[in-house]
């Protein structure tokens, strides 16, 4: 499988029409009209909640869906989901193989958004 260009970082071709073949996946990709969590999500889809952390662990990586921890004064964080594209495009590259692209929303990152984003990276990490 070749390669996968984006806005971002680099990600595997193979990974992103793996996970894109997925019935339940897409279904998930489908629900993400807005920011929400696992357990919604689980709820939605009708998935079980372990298969449904799987499978958004399978979606961020793959570079199609985004994390982001909502901050509480009361400690309880809670990591929300967001679809992360507008348009995936695979095609033929002069080299013969399966090439993919990822095309992203305009963002509009407050620094509200951009803390999320490095909380949720340091949960990770931990």
């Known amino acids: ?10 990600v595997d071709g193979a990974v992103v029409l793996e996970t894109l073949g997925d019935e339940p996946t897409r279904a998930i990709i489908e629900e993400l ?6 357990n919604e999500l689980s709820e939605a889809c009708d998935i079980p909640l372990s298969t449904m952390y799987r499978k958004l662990d399978r979606l ?3 570079s199609l869906v985004a994390e ?6 009361s400690g309880q964080h809670t990591t929300r989901y967001t679809r992360d594209f507008e348009e ?18 305009a963002t509009d990152r407050t620094a509200d958004r951009r803390l999320e984003e490095l909380w949720g990276e340091l949960r990770k990490e931990t």
């Open 1 to 10: 499988m070749g390669t996968s260009s984006q806005q971002g970082a680099a």
């Open 33 to 38: 009209s807005e920011p929400m969590t696992a």
């Open 60 to 62: 961020t990586e793959a």
């Open 68 to 73: 982001s921890t909502e901050i509480r004064r």
């Open 88 to 105: 995936v495009t695979v095609w033929v590259s002069d080299e013969e193989q399966l090439a993919t692209t990822i095309e992203r929303p």
